[in-house]
């Protein structure tokens, strides 16, 4: 598995694994109408390009596929991290992670990083040392999450 940063010319196929993480990995926490407005099919693609050009985005690849991704803010906020359905459970989030942190410690002087975890992704995050913070009901496309806001010291 190698990184890289992302580039304009990776929103489609970010949006792609996106979508398919939300509609693969998160089938146990979250019904059919959630993620429909978590993650409408198709993606819209303008969004992605806008949303992902203001955050740090670190891509995860194997020979050429894309296994997953995470993006940050230079505060320390995790603001997106998604597997690809089939490289799941194998460490990619966790070396994601590990990336991430390193370059807020490195690169912007960062000692603490926060999140708000889905349901799925809660359990990831106290396994890498994450506490909660608080559970959150958000509303998104008109349709509530529960979800907790985490926080870990580096
Ligand atoms: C949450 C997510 C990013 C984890 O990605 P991943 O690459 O599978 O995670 P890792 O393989 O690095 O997992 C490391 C550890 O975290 C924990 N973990 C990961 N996914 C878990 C799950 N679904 N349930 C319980 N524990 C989990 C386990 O302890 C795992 O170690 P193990 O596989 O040896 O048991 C992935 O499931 C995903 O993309 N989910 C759907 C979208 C989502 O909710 N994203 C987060 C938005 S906040």
Redesign the pocket.
Same mark, same amino acid.
């Given at each position: 598995m190698n990184f890289r940063n992302y580039t304009e010319a990776d929103a489609e196929r970010l949006a792609g694994v996106f979508t398919s993480? +939300?509609h693969s990995? *998160?089938t *146990?926490e979250y019904d059919a109408r959630q993620r429909d407005a978590w993650a409408p099919i198709p993606p819209d693609l303008d969004a992605w390009r806008h949303r992902l050009g203001q955050l740090h985005t670190i891509i995860a690849e194997e020979n050429g596929q894309c296994l997953?991704f995470l993006s940050y803010e230079p505060d320390g906020h995790?603001e =997106? =991290?998604? %597997?690809a359905p089939d #490289? #799941? &459970?194998?460490? +990619? *989030?966790? *070396?994601? =992670?590990e990336e991430a942190a390193r370059q807020l410690s490195e690169g912007f002087g960062v000692t603490d990083l926060y %999140?708000? #975890?889905? =349901? +799925? #992704?809660a359990?990831?995050f106290l396994?890498?040392g994450f506490d909660t913070i608080e559970e959150q009901t958000v509303s998104r496309n008109g349709v509530n999450f529960r &979800?907790f806001a985490m926080q870990r010291t580096l």
């Open positions: 993480s +939300v990995l *998160a *146990a997953g995790i =997106l =991290l998604y %597997t #490289a #799941a &459970r194998k460490g +990619v *989030a966790s *070396a994601l =992670l %999140t708000e #975890a889905s =349901l +799925v #992704a359990p990831f396994r890498h &979800r």
